[in-house]
């Protein structure tokens, strides 16, 4: 339509629109369209230009965790069942998928072109995006779309819905009241983020948290928690700002506490000098198959910040205390294990 071209326009630059632009585009029109033709056209420009667009009505699902968009069109949904085809949402041919991609890129402040072929960024309304362009994308324009949980449920929530026992709420509980170290670890989707923030809701309100994140995902509930995110470089490759940065900012701010929503990277030096020089109680999560891995996966991640693996099982002997496992089940996400970390 040749009234959404500005707007249009705006989003592949990679400035989001704001509600109020859509709505003087569709005020112009009035005339045309008529007082419920105005109220509909801009619910559907909101829709396709500020929002999900054809994807609106599965992310409204209860339920939906994830929704991808391969190269050939064809959406895919979890509702915590595993994934599952959506043929009605399929997406008509590979350039269709390519200009929503940078759409939603641009409404999540970011841009997504050939000089910049990846993007990963919050969309209004607490879904995280990721999409990646071909050829990086040999098949085509590949989007992923994450559901954040809008509100922090409490222990004792998560308990009563079987994801773990009283005991082992017992075992959650004496982590924080005892400053333990620990990570949540797991496979994607097994439910880490969730169990941390209802962990870090039992803080007490007197401490302060620190928490570092890629995107700000973790749905606090704590009184005085700081939250940091971390950057990418523009098209020009400048401004990158990285959790490794972001973690040594948040030793200088005063933290009782200090988290790391997914360590995956060059971060963990930081994490370990931080636990091991008074930060008690910090925690994070981390992708691992079994507990049992986990000293191999941190192992890794050190040498990418080049720490010898002497250096980092010293500190590691220091620094993290426990884990506590989740695994996703055909009856629910559960925690398989608290163990302390064995080396």
Same mark, same amino acid.
Not at 149 to 155: D, E
Not at 333 to 343: D, K, Q, Y
């Given at each position: ?10 989003? %592949?630059?990679?400035?989001?629109? &704001?509600?109020?632009?859509?709505? %003087?585009?569709?005020? &112009? ?24 667009g ?12 994830d929704?991808l ?42 841009r ?6 990846w ?19 040999? &098949? ?8 954040l ?7 004792a &929530?998560?308990?009563?819905v ?140 050190g040498?990418?910040?080049g ?15 426990s ?9 629910g ?11």
């Open positions: 339509m040749k009234y959404a071209e500005p707007i249009d326009a705006q989003v %592949r630059a990679g400035v989001a629109p &704001d509600t109020a632009s859509i709505h %003087r585009v569709v005020h &112009d029109l009035a005339e045309r369209l008529g007082a419920r033709g105005v109220l509909r056209e801009q619910e559907r420009l909101v829709a396709d230009l500020a929002g999900l054809p994807l609106a009505p599965l992310a409204r699902e209860r339920g939906v965790t929704i968009v391969n190269g050939d069109g064809l959406t895919w949904v979890d509702r915590g069942r595993g994934l599952e085809r959506e043929p009605v949402h399929d997406f008509a041919g590979a350039e269709m998928v390519r200009r929503f991609a940078v759409r939603l890129a641009g409404i999540a402040g970011r997504l072109d050939d000089s910049q072929p993007v990963d960024g919050l969309l209004p309304g607490g879904v995280r995006l990721h999409a990646i362009l071909p050829p990086l994308a040999s &098949d085509g324009t590949c989007i992923s779309l994450r559901m949980r809008r509100g922090s449920l409490r222990l &929530d998560l308990e009563a079987g994801m773990f026992t009283a005991e082992q709420g017992d075992q959650l509980r004496a982590l924080i009241v005892q400053k333990s170290a620990f990570v949540v670890t797991g496979g994607t989707g097994a439910g880490k983020t969730t169990l941390l923030a209802a962990l870090l809701a039992e803080v007490d309100p007197s401490e302060r948290i620190l928490v570092v994140e890629d995107v700000l995902e973790i749905p606090l509930d704590h009184p005085h928690a700081v939250r940091l995110q971390a950057r990418p470089a523009n098209v020009e490759g400048h401004g990158l700002v990285t959790l490794v940065d972001l973690v040594r900012q948040a030793l200088r701010m005063r933290p009782d506490r200090v988290v790391v929503g997914e360590v995956r990277g060059a971060e963990v030096r930081e994490l370990l000098l931080a636990l091991n020089t008074g930060h008690e109680g910090g925690c994070g999560t981390l992708h691992a198959n079994s507990p049992a891995d986990v000293p191999a996966r941190i192992e890794a991640l040498a990418l910040a720490m010898t693996r002497d250096a980092v099982r010293a500190q590691m002997a220091t620094a993290l205390h884990v506590v496992h989740i695994v996703r089940r055909p009856t996400r559960v925690v398989a294990s608290i163990e302390p970390l064995r080396l």
